[in-house]
């Protein structure tokens, strides 16, 4: 697979084999643009709206509600690490967009990344075939989605006044600063963390647990586990995590 995805590489750039390949991408001068194409052409990027509903449910109906008790009109702060194209964040947008429309006063921000640029790209146009929209309720369909002019297309596109909530930048989890500078009450950063070793899954969740406020939640995917890492959260949900304090 990684020979497949990056022989497309060496065509573009007319080279014959991958030790001319690894000399170009690591070439100072080059100043890593190409890995970062190269990141682009091998990683995945599987995800879907309302992709593990359970997760939705227990933000909406267990998180919030006590948030909103307890803080009132700060803004609630919200990462989705790993966002792909884009589905997760505007999910997240539509879940607490409804929770506000009963609740003056709630304010949220959101911040999505990834670390492909190719994806970002497309996360930020926010345009989606009908195909991809099953799992989204139809009520929030009408409320928060916009059809082409040309239905014959099949296309549609979040609105304005979601796009809004929504922050995206490019981040490496391998970087030793996210330079996030609030605190977060959710991550949500689910089937990321099953792609790196043991010793680099515990950094990570150091590191995120270390930008959430005392009593703010993770969500993980659930192929994922905590169990046997050295990290201080507590498991209150199928793969929902509380920092302990």
Same mark, same amino acid.
């Given at each position: 697979?990684?020979?497949?995805?990056?022989?497309k590489?060496?065509?573009?750039?007319?080279?014959?084999?991958?030790?001319?390949?690894?000399?170009?991408?690591?070439?100072?001068?080059?100043?890593?643009?190409?890995? +970062?194409?190269?990141?682009?052409?091998?990683t995945?990027?599987?995800?879907?709206?309302?992709?593990?509903?359970d997760?939705?449910a227990?933000?909406?109906?267990? +998180?919030?509600?006590?948030?909103?008790?307890?803080?009132?009109?700060?803004?609630?702060?919200?990462?989705?690490?790993?966002?792909?194209?884009?589905?997760?964040?505007?999910?997240?947008?539509?879940?607490?967009?409804? /929770?506000?429309?009963?609740?003056?006063?709630?304010?949220?921000?959101?911040?999505?990344?990834?670390?492909?640029?190719?994806?970002?790209?497309?996360?930020?146009?926010?345009v989606?075939?009908?195909?991809?929209?099953a799992?989204?309720?139809?009520?929030?369909?009408?409320?928060? #989605?916009?059809?082409?002019?040309?239905?014959?297309?099949?296309? +549609?596109?979040?609105?304005?006044?979601?796009?809004?909530?929504?922050?995206?930048?490019?981040?490496?989890?391998?970087?030793?600063?996210?330079?996030?500078? +609030?605190? #977060?009450?959710?991550?949500?950063?689910?089937?990321v963390?099953?792609?790196?070793?043991?010793?680099?899954q515990?950094?990570?969740?150091?590191? /995120?647990?270390?930008?959430?406020?005392?009593?703010?939640?993770?969500?993980?995917?659930?192929?994922?586990?905590?169990?046997?890492?050295?990290?201080p959260?507590?498991?209150?949900?199928?793969?929902?995590?509380?920092?302990?304090?």
């Amino acid at each position: 697979m990684l020979e497949g995805r990056l022989q497309k590489r060496l065509r573009v750039l007319g080279m014959k084999n991958f030790a001319e390949y690894i000399d170009y991408l690591f070439d100072p001068a080059e100043n890593n643009h190409e890995l +970062v194409l190269m990141i682009d052409q091998v990683t995945t990027n599987k995800t879907d709206f309302f992709r593990e509903p359970d997760h939705f449910a227990y933000l909406q109906e267990q +998180v919030l509600p006590s948030w909103w008790e307890k803080n009132g009109t700060r803004p609630f702060m919200l990462w989705s690490a790993g966002c792909s194209t884009g589905q997760e964040p505007y999910t997240l947008a539509m879940v607490l967009s409804e /929770f506000a429309a009963s609740r003056p006063g709630f304010n949220f921000q959101i911040l999505a990344t990834d670390i492909s640029t190719r994806v970002l790209e497309q996360a930020r146009r926010a345009v989606y075939h009908e195909d991809q929209l099953a799992p989204v309720p139809i009520d929030l369909r009408r409320k928060y #989605l916009l059809r082409s002019k040309n239905r014959q297309s099949g296309l +549609v596109r979040i609105i304005p006044q979601l796009r809004a909530r929504v922050r995206f930048r490019r981040l490496n989890f391998l970087e030793n600063n996210f330079g996030l500078r +609030v605190p #977060l009450d959710v991550i949500f950063c689910r089937n990321v963390i099953i792609y790196f070793d043991r010793s680099t899954q515990v950094r990570l969740l150091q590191s /995120f647990n270390g930008h959430l406020r005392t009593g703010a939640y993770i969500f993980m995917g659930h192929s994922e586990t905590l169990n046997g890492l050295d990290v201080p959260l507590l498991s209150v949900a199928p793969a929902v995590y509380r920092k302990r304090g």
